[in-house]
C-alpha cells in the first residue's frame, strides 16, 4: 500500500451525518479511484478521477459525491450516511500501464 | 456490461501442492486481466496481470493464462507456502472504459500446514 494513505482508518457514524474520506498519493499518477467493499463481495467503483480536475461515476454513485482538487489528493464525500453505506472504503491510483495500487482503507459504520 | 465469475468461493490445500483459481468474463472487449491478493484488514495488492495479448505469464511460483476464445483466465500457485493464505481477486477491464476494473466475488485460499 505503499504510495496511497487513506484517512480514517475507522469512522462510526449515526444516520443522517456527514462525513468526507481523505486519499492521498505520493507516486503522481494521474488516475484515482474509490470503491467499496462489502463483506463477501468484490470491489465496487464508486467514482473515478481519470485526471486532475475530472470525475466520472462509476458502478455505485448514489449518495456519494467527490472531489480532486489537485493531483495528489481525492476525497469522497458522504452527505447523509445511512446503514447500507456501511463498508470498507478503498481509494486506489493507477499507473500509465493502468496497474491499480489500493491504500489501507477506511472502515465505516453507520448506525 | 460486463461481468467475470470466479471459481471455487473457498480453497483448502495442503502446504506445498498447487492451487488453480479460475474466473470467466463476458464482455469480449476486455484487455486486462490482473489479480489481487487481499490479507485480512488491508488493501487489495496486485500479484500479476495479463493483456490479451499474451496467452500466459509467469512470475515465480505465480502463473497466469489466458484463453481469449473461452473468455476465461486462471490463476495458478505452485509450492504453496502459509504465507499464500489469503483472499484472491480476479477483475477484467477494457482500454475503452479508462480501465475500469470489474471484479469477482473473490477466493479464500487456505494452506493447510
Known amino acids: 500500500n505503499a504510495g496511497v494513505t487513506q484517512t480514517p482508518k475507522f469512522q462510526v457514524l449515526k444516520t443522517g451525518q456527514s462525513m468526507t474520506l481523505q486519499c492521498a498519493q505520493d507516486m503522481n499518477h494521474n488516475s484515482m479511484y474509490w470503491y467499496r467493499q462489502d463483506p463477501g463481495m468484490g470491489l465496487r467503483l464508486i467514482y473515478y478521477s481519470a485526471s486532475e480536475g475530472t470525475t466520472d461515476k462509476g458502478e455505485v454513485p448514489n449518495g456519494y459525491n467527490v472531489s480532486r482538487l489537485n493531483k495528489r489528493e481525492f476525497s469522497l464525500r458522504l452527505e447523509s450516511a445511512a446503514p447500507s453505506q456501511t463498508s470498507v472504503y478503498f481509494c486506489?491510483?493507477?499507473?500509465?500501464?493502468?496497474?491499480?495500487?489500493f491504500g489501507p482503507g477506511t472502515r465505516l459504520t453507520v448506525t | 456490461g460486463e461481468n467475470v465469475e470466479q471459481h471455487p468461493s473457498t480453497l483448502s490445500v495442503q502446504e506445498g501442492d498447487s492451487a488453480v483459481i479460475k474466473c470467466t468474463y463476458s464482455d469480449s472487449a476486455s484487455n486486462y486481466f490482473p489479480w489481487y491478493k487481499q490479507e485480512l484488514g488491508k488493501g487489495p495488492q496486485l500479484i500479476i496481470d495479463?493483456?490479451?495479448n499474451v496467452g500466459e505469464k509467469k512470475d515465480q511460483r505465480i502463473a497466469v493464462t489466458l484463453n481469449k476464445t473461452a473468455k476465461h483466465f486462471s490463476l495458478h500457485i505452485t509450492e504453496t507456502q502459509p504465507e499464500d493464505s489469503a483472499v484472491y481477486f480476479c477483475a477484467a477491464s477494457r482500454w475503452d472504459s479508462n480501465y475500469q476494473l470489474i471484479w469477482g466475488a473473490g477466493t479464500k485460499l487456505i494452506i493447510k500446514p
Open positions: 495479463i493483456r490479451s
Open positions: 486506489a491510483i493507477a499507473s500509465v500501464t493502468y496497474e491499480q495500487y
